[in-house]
């Protein structure tokens, strides 16, 4: 196996182990109060987003408000908070 394709299988575990700290409760999403337009309740009660490929922009919530999406790396580097980030596994 070459080098490259060693980085390439820990780049991949890596990206494994980050999505992995997110149990989907959706909060950074608004579940817990206006919630995106995307956001969707699976039958096991997790979250998810329906449009999760192509998720980062400008869209809006439920109530109308629009709602700028961004990685959660960005919205806990600029300091954001949200009801419910106390249980965030990347907080
Ligand atoms: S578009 Fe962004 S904010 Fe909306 S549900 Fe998807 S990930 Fe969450
Ligand atoms: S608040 Fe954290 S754990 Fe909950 S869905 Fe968002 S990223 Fe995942």
Redesign the pocket.
């Known amino acids: 196996m070459t080098d490259l394709n060693r980085y390439h299988e820990w780049m991949v575990s890596q990206n494994k182990v980050w999505e992995e700290k997110?149990?989907?409760?959706?909060?950074?999403?608004g579940s817990l109060e206006d919630p995106c337009e995307n956001l969707q309740k699976g039958l096991n009660g997790k979250?998810y987003c329906s449009v999760y490929d192509k998720r980062l922009g400008e869209w809006r919530t439920i109530s109308g408000q629009v709602l700028r999406c961004v990685p959660?790396r960005d919205k806990i580097a600029q300091g954001h908070s949200w009801p419910?980030?106390e249980h965030?596994?990347?907080k």
């Open positions: 997110c149990f989907c409760c959706g909060s950074c999403c979250f959660i419910g980030d965030c596994g990347y």
